[in-house]
């Protein structure tokens, strides 16, 4: 694989055949896949879908010390207000006590520059940047309009170069173009393998004060680990992920949420590249495997015991660590079964509906049956490759658990919670607010100040299920005041009714 020469990374749809209209259950979805047969469908009907945009600006505007440019119209940056907690948050936990918040800006382009093109209010928001913040770097997001009307963003940036003292990151990201949101990902990535790393030798790399030859330096590179963390991992996920890989004797580089963009300098010069979710990383660390030599570990989200485990046995195996890998995770996991004890009784056999990104709701799902519940539905976003070492442990537990993949599509969310009457939704805001609505207690499937990953996520899932089950009248009194916005005969019609060629 080598996209790089292109300008824009592929679509998911065509890259990996991601498929986004799905209704049955987790045995039928692996056997349609198996047999190549899952093709995306099309919905008569849809409602809420996501914008590539929504998770471009949640990773970009975390980045330190850059600046982003949403070139479009002014709402196409609305999404970066919802995600201001999480950026503060994160600002905060690396160090900074007097947090900011997203630095961004757009370059609002009206009805006259769609006519005339927006490239010149491009051109003076670079320079203007580069005056005002003196960023690391500038990252130009292209919304739609641009890519529309033709707007040479990558142009505009070679143009100006050498005017400006920030590297610029040109990330073609129009949502028009995919519906597989995780798209965003690889746009991001490929512009920073473009224009950041590809063709660079270390003498360009700044960060590189050291000299190689050293035996010192020697011995730091060959612990060195590229941990790729997501936008819905908190700042108490990151510890505890890097706690468990400090435990290993290796040193942490997180990119790219959080990181500065020296962190992607550093990058091809590591020993491993670790995902924790590969719909989310795939793309960088196979081409700093194919270009670098950097081997990686990124089948597994360390969500759940047994998950967290086979993480970091995949990891320990690949740089010869497991011995200690296999005491780590014996102490762990002893340590954390004696905490669970008296947390596990009240969830046994309570039933749990998720929704999230394709990997996170499947791992989150097992997790949950960790804990003792029962899975009665899964809402993956989208289901490609990536999904299948999920799916088929969930398909050992129950073959019949439904899946429903959607980006959002809350009528159809609606539907299977009348029918399927879970104990406890978990999603993300967006999705558990319909739930809240039906009278389900809800879980968030991600919450700035809460822990997920690793062994003390297990815990603090555990901790924080058992409090929102043991009082779920809030929600039940809500659903006696609100009305769905939907007719009273949609509850009895099959939730897939609008994916063409469904059930
Ligand atoms: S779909 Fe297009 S116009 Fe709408 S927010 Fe996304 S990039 Fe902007």
Redesign the pocket.
Known sequence: MNYLEQKIAPRREERLGSCIEFGGTVDEIHKQFCGCCLKNKRRAFSQGTI???LPATAILTSLQDCVVIVH??I??GGAVHSQGASVRVGQFNAGDKNPKGALWLSTNLTESDVVSGGEEKLKHAIIEADKRYRPSAIIVLS???PGIIGDDIDGVADALKDQVSATLLPIH????KTKIMATAYDAIFHSFLRNMIDGKDETEFRIYDNDISTTAEKLRRSRLVNLLNVSSMTGADQKELTRLLNKLGLEVNMLPCDAHPDAFRLAPFAALSIGVCPTHDDYFMTYLEQKFGVPFVGGQMPIGIENTSIWLRQIAAKLGLTEAAERIIKSETDELNRALEPLLPPLRGKTAMLSAGEIRTLATAVLLQELGMEIVAVRPYHYDKFGVAEIEKLEKINPKIRINVATAQPFEAVNLIYRIKPDVYIGHNSDNVWAAKCGVSILPIYGTNSIYNGYAGVYDVARRLKRHLKNPSFNEHLAKHVRQPYKENWYSENPFKYILGGE
């Not at 990201?173 to 028009?176: I, L, P, Q, W």
Request: charged letters at 5%; proline letters at 0%; one cysteine or more.
């Open positions: 914008c590539q945009l479009g119209a709402g196409c919304t739609c309009i990201c129009e949502g028009f």
